[in-house]
């Protein structure tokens, strides 16, 4: 699974098709490929391991020219990263394709191909979708109506594209579980798991939904929904131009990447939730082996990833009910740790080269711990090299220092791990389908969110003259606290520090005065009393509270008190990724009006890559 391209068209597409995967490299991958038609109308495909770049250099060895192709970057699921595994899938009769995703009932289908003479070259579940389509297409007789057929037997998530020379004037594609996008060109028409893929080529996009089934030809589209029935479906006109990796409308990256979050946060889930389920090889093949027998996690990051792993911790802790401790990666590492008995060692790290934590991963593949696990944003880093499973969180490209959308990726594809463990503590059913459903649910609700903005820069002029804050915060909204507390002081240059809120009469008090503002996050949890307790404390001392609380948790604006109201219904397990928005939004806002350089404050760099 990862980035699929295709075109036809009334000219050579091989180089719309590389293009294509150059630009999907940010979502990670460890082999490439492309099938096109050639003039004779046979099919040739290339495939390479590694980077985009070793299949361009097999092309320039082998230069071909085609009208119609199909083309894919992959990051191994089912069998080994190698040319044999990579895609484009071929069947018989000159049947290519290239699919995203996890077909879970693949080895029944399997089975059933062997026994009606099919022979397997790879390890994928891909390739058996390619050999199903070509069975069908013996008793059908069509392309379309094969892959229609070939889609309702298959249990989990897909986008796939078809190709097939005995049919050279079109491609056939589906959907369920994962994007794919169809492009309209001037001169033909596009296919791509993502936008960004066909930029050069066309802005013009149609967007297909769940169990649509599509044909695409050089001068029209059909297009079949769920039922059969013929579907249209919107052309959308995109924003974005084939500069996306630059700040476009906004003003700085940072805003830019905040309002990115619901497609990078959608991003993450794609492919590896499906049907209210997690899918069980959403953490590579040798998750299957590893989960069951996890009796303890060690968590090790730095600055922002650390405070994911704490958020991960609560998580981790309280609905797998497995212990849980999070370090900092560069105290983890000069101390002699001792490991517990089958102990998961997870790395979070978004460049994936941050020297604290790649050396902690190297000391704890010297000491015993059952697996190790990184989450990361840099699919070709060190850190997913060295790591035993992977867990990709798909932000893009973050170009601001001050980082926020690798953040609450992180947090969901933690969140993601924390299903699957749980899953082997108490396999229900019903619960893993509302934790699903609650991440399902997350861009939606960081939508809403963002709609605060207006509100969130009226208060920062509040803050402008401040040379000190406080953030207060409870339970898994603890290191949400924290992590606001680092965005304000990152690129405002004010301090402020973080605090559970219980620990306020342990100290903190004795700072609080009318000139110091106090910001505490309120969704509607079990803590709620005791943290109104909390914020009666300050109100005592004459703080200035600023609190960004549930709709129904009681508390009111009043003198020296500022609410801000929240959406409504945001669970447990979204909160922690929901109330980081606000807080980005008010560092970006108050680091403007002091007129600081958002995009790279004095004396940070993006990637740590020195102790």
Not at 193 to 222: H, N, Y
Not at 307 to 325: L, N, T
Not at 572 to 578: E, K, S
Request: with cysteine; net charge negative.
């Amino acid at each position: 699974m990862c980035g699929i391209v295709g075109a036809i068209a009334g000219r050579d597409i091989v180089p719309v098709l590389m293009e294509g995967l150059r630009r999907l490299e940010y979502r990670g991958y460890d082999s490439a490929g492309f099938a096109v038609l050639r003039a004779d109308q046979k099919l040739m495909r290339l495939r390479a391991v590694g980077k985009v770049k070793f299949l361009q250099e097999a092309l320039d060895e082998q230069p071909t020219q085609g009208r119609i192709g199909i083309a894919h970057t992959r990051w191994a699921t089912h069998g080994v990263p190698s040319e044999r595994n990579a895609h484009p899938h071929i069947s018989h009769d000159g049947l290519a394709i290239v699919h995203n995703g996890i077909i879970e009932n693949h080895e029944e289908l399997r089975a059933e191909l062997k026994t009606k003479g099919y022979v397997f070259t790879s390890e994928t579940d891909t390739e058996v979708i390619a050999h199903r389509i070509h069975l069908h297409m013996h008793t059908l007789g069509d392309l379309f109506l094969a892959v229609r057929a070939t889609v309702a037997e298959l249990e989990g998530a897909y986008a796939l594209v078809v190709l097939n020379e005995r049919d050279p004037d079109r491609l056939i594609l589906a959907r369920m579980g994962c994007p794919v996008v169809i492009g309209l060109g001037e001169d033909g028409n596009y296919v791509a798991s993502d936008v960004a893929a066909l930029l050069p080529v066309t802005r013009r996009f149609m967007f297909l939904e769940e169990g649509d089934i599509a044909e695409i030809r050089c001068d029209g589209i059909k297009v079949l929904d769920v039922e059969g029935k013929v579907a249209e479906r919107a052309v959308k006109e995109s924003e974005l131009s084939a500069e996306a990796a630059e700040k476009g409308q906004y003003s700085h990256f940072m805003l830019k990447e905040i309002h990115e979050q619901p497609r990078a946060v959608a991003n993450t889930l794609q492919e590896r939730v499906a049907n209210g389920r997690l899918l069980d090889a959403a953490f590579g093949p040798k998750a299957e082996a590893i989960f069951p027998l996890v009796e303890h996690v060690r968590i090790v990051a730095c600055g922002t990833s650390y405070h994911s792993g704490i958020v991960a911790q609560y998580f981790i802790e309280q609905i797998c009910r497995i212990p849980c401790q999070v370090e900092i990666a560069s105290e983890y590492r000069y101390r002699n740790s001792v490991v517990p008995k089958n102990s998961l060692f997870v790395t979070i790290s978004q460049s994936g080269e941050t020297a604290d934590t790649l050396a902690a991963l190297r000391l704890a593949k010297q000491s015993g711990y059952l697996a190790t696990m990184a989450v990361c944003n840099s699919p070709e880093s060190s850190l997913v090299r060295e790591s035993d499973l992977v867990m990709l969180t798909r932000a893009g490209p973050e170009i601001g220092v001050a980082s926020t959308k690798a953040f609450t990726t992180q947090v969901t594809a933690l969140s993601l791990l924390v299903i699957a463990l749980s899953k082997q503590q108490d396999n229900d059913p019903e619960r893993e389908r509302g934790l699903v459903t609650r991440l399902i649910e997350l861009p939606g609700l960081i939508e809403k969110t963002l709609a605060l903005d207006p509100i969130i820069h009226k208060l920062a002029l509040r803050f402008v003259d401040k040379h000190h804050a406080l953030f207060l915060g409870r339970g898994a909204l603890y290191p949400i606290a924290m992590e606001g507390a680092l965005k304000l002081k990152e690129i405002s240059y004010i301090h402020a520090e973080a605090y559970a809120a219980g620990e306020l009469k342990h100290g903190p008090l004795a700072l609080v005065d009318a000139d110091m503002p106090i910001v505490a996050v309120a969704p509607n949890n079990d803590l709620l009393e005791k943290l109104k307790s909390n914020l009666m404390e300050v109100r005592a001392r004459g703080g200035e509270l600023y609190v960004f609380a549930d709709p129904d948790s009681g508390i009111e604006s009043s003198d020296g008190v500022h609410v801000i109201t929240m959406p409504r219904h945001v669970s447990y397990f979204q909160a922690p990724v929901i109330y980081t928005l606000p807080l980005q939004l008010l560092a970006y806002h108050v680091a403007i009006l002091r007129g600081t350089d958002v995009d790279q404050p004095r004396n940070l760099a993006k990637s740590v890559t020195v102790e």
